[in-house]
């Protein structure tokens, strides 16, 4: 027995898609960099040292005097050996005057005036101590730095951004379709 058949064919259906791709442009411009910076203001006071060294008693003692000081030493030794001179003549007149009172007064005068006094070694350090004098005062430095701001007229710019969407577009390639038939 022969039996009739279902015959079913089918063909699928087949979309396609275009798709265009976004497009997308960053820039980013560099920043307007202005910056300045003013000096600091700096103030600085200084007091200068001082040296003193007075070598004037040094300069005595090794016997080089100025010339006023030469001249002051002279006049005194020849005052003091004035008054000296005065005061030995004066007692010996006082001895002669007194003659009858005793004694030798000539004798004891011409054997006073004969001997020589004795001189001593005199060692002598020079120059003496302290004869240099020296003073120090020492100097000062002030220093006063008054740092300025910075003053920063940076402009910044903004990035650019350009952006074009993508597009996804569809169509139908092959349609689908079903087809049943008998066969006997």
Known sequence: ???????????????????????QEIQQPQAELELEQPAAILEINTIKPELSIDTIEARADLDLMSSIRRTAEVASYSRGQLLEGISRRAGEGDDLMHIENGGNPIAAHAKQSGR???????????????????????????????????????????????????????????????KIDWQV
């Open 1 to 23: 027995m022969y039996m009739p058949k279902l015959h079913i064919e089918s063909t699928q259906g087949k979309l396609g898609l275009n798709i265009q791709q976004p497009i």
């Open 116 to 178: 020589q006094p004795y001189s001593s070694l005199g060692i002598k350090f020079i120059p003496s101590p302290g004869g240099v004098k020296i003073s120090y005062q020492p100097g000062k430095v002030n220093i006063e730095a008054q740092p300025q701001k910075v003053i920063n007229n940076t402009k910044i710019n903004k990035p650019i951004h350009e952006y074009a969407p993508g597009k996804v577009t569809t169509e139908m390639l092959q349609y689908p379709s079903l």
